[in-house]
């Protein structure tokens, strides 16, 4: 995939319409799915061995309002496999929360921080080595803010939602989960690689540092966990 040939900051976005026709593209590589404590061992060992890994989550869709789901799955992505972790089957997240506070491995998705702040429910982790994706392509020129957009304007190809709203939280997947949630995050990684080879835009202006101290996420307290728990188990 060329994508300076296709993408070109002085054009405008692609709309909706013209990403409909674009041509659709999915993950065609191994997938392990994790579903134990011992699957997860072998995984991080293997995972750790990577300087960037393509990261995304996925959480049931909530049909009621005021109702709150956890991540129910946490995908990463080398270029040789991708991992499914179904969090439901895990019992000890000690060494997955190592793996994802690890400064020395770039974990590279959309809104990322937010995936982080909501696994911070479950377990406690640091934000270290997060790229968002909608921010490295602002800076390279390229206003899209989601994946399918921004896979759109830079590969052309589409993404397929079919599965988006499906039941994550499912004790086992189907199929087209599995490739839906294994495409986003090797997703991730492919458009982590490419918008490394363009160069900044012109427009771009970085974002002032601020001094803050490195934060960790912790855990909302005990009253808050109970309700969302309660919440879960009723729908």
């Known amino acids: 995939m060329d994508t300076q040939q296709f993408f070109d900051e002085n054009k405008l976005l692609l709309t909706k319409e013209e990403i409909n026709l ?7 590589g191994e997938i392990v799915l994790v ?16 300087s960037v890994l393509g990261f995304d989550t996925e959480t049931r869709p909530r049909f009621t309002k005021g ?6 799955l946490i995908q990463l992505a080398t270029d040789k496999k991708v991992y499914i972790i179904q ?16 400064e020395q491995i770039i974990k590279a998705g959309v809104a990322i921080h937010e995936d982080y702040r909501s696994l911070a429910r479950l377990f406690p982790l640091e934000s270290n080595g997060l790229v968002d994706l909608a921010k490295l392509a602002n800076q390279k020129g390229m206003k899209a803010q989601g ?10 190809y589409k993404i397929s939602k079919g599965a988006q709203c499906s039941n994550w939280a499912a004790d086992t997947l189907n199929h087209s989960q599995i490739l839906y949630a294994a495409t986003d995050a090797w997703l991730g990684l492919i458009l982590y690689n490419q ?3 363009l160069a900044d835009s012109p427009n ?3 974002e002032t540092p601020k001094k803050k101290k490195k934060k960790k996420f912790r855990f909302f307290n005990k009253k808050n966990m109970e309700k969302e728990t309660i919440e879960e188990i009723k729908d």
């Open 87 to 102: 969090l439901k089957h895990i019992g000890n997240t000690e060494k997955l929360a190592e793996l994802l506070s690890d």
């Open 35 to 50: 579903r134990s404590d011992e699957e997860l061992d072998l995984a991080v060992n293997e995972l750790k061995k990577n």
């Open 195 to 197: 918008l490394a080879l």
């Open 204 to 206: 771009y202006q970085p």
């Open 147 to 156: 994946l399918r957009t921004i896979s759109a304007n830079l590969l052309g």
């Open 22 to 28: 674009l041509p659709a593209i999915s993950y065609e």
């Open 67 to 72: 109702a709150m789901h956890l991540p129910s």
